[in-house]
């Protein structure tokens, strides 16, 4: 198995890591790949199948989208992998800058004393941490996969003070707070695609006049984007559950959203990703 058959398995079947996490390990995965100089054809099956992976996580879906730009672009096989590698350069640079540059602009715009997520990011990790640390931080457990509890211990490893609470007590969480951030898998025009939760956070943020703002790389806003909602249903002592993963919670619910670009609010993000769906070509385009 070729190194970028491995690299769609991983990135595939890793349900643990954060969007960030699973985009920073493709750039290096396809990096490493590089050197066994794949063909043309090898790169088209890897954009094809990346593309049908993941459709939650914009990140991917953008650089599945590049690769194939590159491909259309008749560019001569031998010369192909170095344009590749271009690509990944600049792509790498600046998504090892991105969560320094964000953490800086959230603590400048905000000075919280309480502040509430939820989920796993690392975008979100990295603004925490970069926060005094007498800042308090409630955690939602961020079910069905209770990946808060990840984003607790990681947060109480670097004496941060912090506490996880279940995620019926949103409301009262957030009344409490001078904050709400959550990450994203992707930004589109219809909204902010994230863990399920989310839009519960963004709706008690709302009615207590909390601002709610997303963090992310500009390697999360799409033009256009499918949902993964990831729909599943389990039995537990006889009892019947059904559960989602992802969810889409409307911009015009956000404070702002920021990237290493800066910030814009709901409605100013909404406008810049309609006017770069306006610039698609018509077949390029799928329902959302």
Request: glycine fraction near 8%; aromatic fraction near 4%.
């Amino acid at each position: 198995m070729s190194l970028l058959e491995n690299l769609l398995k991983e990135v595939s079947e890793d349900r643990s890591s954060g969007s960030s996490e699973i985009y920073s390990r493709l750039l290096l995965g396809l990096e490493k790949a590089l050197a066994e100089g794949p063909s043309c054809q090898e790169w088209r099956s890897f954009a094809d199948g990346l593309s049908k992976i993941r459709r939650s996580m914009a990140p991917l879906q953008n650089v599945a989208g590049s690769l194939k730009v590159l491909l259309e672009a008749k560019i001569p096989e031998e010369q192909f992998n170095g344009f590749v590698k271009g690509f990944l350069v600049d792509l790498i640079g600046r998504e090892k800058n991105t969560p320094g540059i964000i953490a800086g602009s959230v603590w400048k715009e905000h000075r919280p004393r309480k502040v509430v997520t939820l989920s796993y990011s690392g975008t979100v990790l990295a603004a925490l941490m970069a926060m005094p640390k007498d800042v308090e931080v409630s955690v939602a457990e961020s079910l069905p996969m209770g990946e808060g509890e990840v984003t607790y211990r990681r947060l109480a490893e670097k004496g941060l003070k912090v506490s996880l609470f279940r995620d019926a007590m949103i409301p009262g969480e957030v009344a409490g707070a001078d904050l709400v951030l959550v990450g994203a898998d992707g930004v589109c025009p219809e909204g902010v695609v994230n863990k399920v939760g989310t839009m519960s956070l963004a709706l008690a943020a709302r009615e207590a006049g909390v601002p709610m703002i997303a963090l992310c790389s500009t390697s999360k806003l799409i033009p256009v984007m499918d949902i993964d909602p990831e729909h599943s249903s389990r039995t537990l002592e006889g009892l019947l559950y059904r559960e989602r993963l992802f969810e889409a919670t409307p911009l015009h619910l956000f404070h702002s959203i920021i990237t290493e670009e800066g910030a814009l609010s709901g409605a100013e993000m909404r406008e810049r990703l309609l006017k770069d769906r306006g610039k698609m070509v018509e077949t390029e385009c799928h329902q959302y």
